[in-house]
């Protein structure tokens, strides 16, 4: 079966691993949250791995580049979200720091591979870096 290029890709895998993860906490937040934080903690989180899959099948790598950046952007409002939710006290302290730790991954993961896009090929860039599943 014929995949699309993004699907090889590690750091898109990973961003649709967090995006889950972040779903399933934020169902846990108050039902007075739903069109505040819930939408838009879970907004954020996919728009992680949307951007990678957009940014992915533009035709150069200044695109993609530019798409990383967006995908960076969305993680960093992920990331506030869950400040904004501990210190709401609908997430433990625990489980902001295992987000947390793995927001974090996912950051340096996305800029490392934002730094292979410079030096690479543009039909290079999938299997530069891609460790896909």
């Known amino acids: 079966m014929e995949t699309f290029k993004f699907e090889k ?4 895998h990973t961003a649709m691993d967090f995006g889950e993860l972040i779903f399933d906490a934020s169902g846990q937040f108050p039902i007075d949250e739903k ?19 957009e940014g992915s099948t533009g035709q150069s790598n200044k695109e993609f ?6 995908s960076l952007r969305s993680l960093a409002e992920v990331v506030t979200c869950l400040h904004k939710a501990r210190r709401r006290k609908y997430l433990s302290e625990a489980d902001f720091s295992n987000f947390y730790t793995q927001a974090y991954a996912l950051m340096n993961s996305m800029g490392a591979f934002r730094a292979t896009l410079k030096t690479k ?4 860039r ?3 870096n891609s460790g896909g599943k």
């Open 9 to 12: 890709l590690r750091i898109w």
């Open 35 to 53: 069109y505040n934080l819930i939408s838009q903690i879970r907004r954020a989180a996919d728009s992680i791995a949307l951007n990678i899959a």
């Open 65 to 70: 580049r530019k798409f990383i950046g967006y």
């Open 121 to 124: 090929k543009p039909t290079d």
């Open 126 to 128: 999938v299997s530069a």
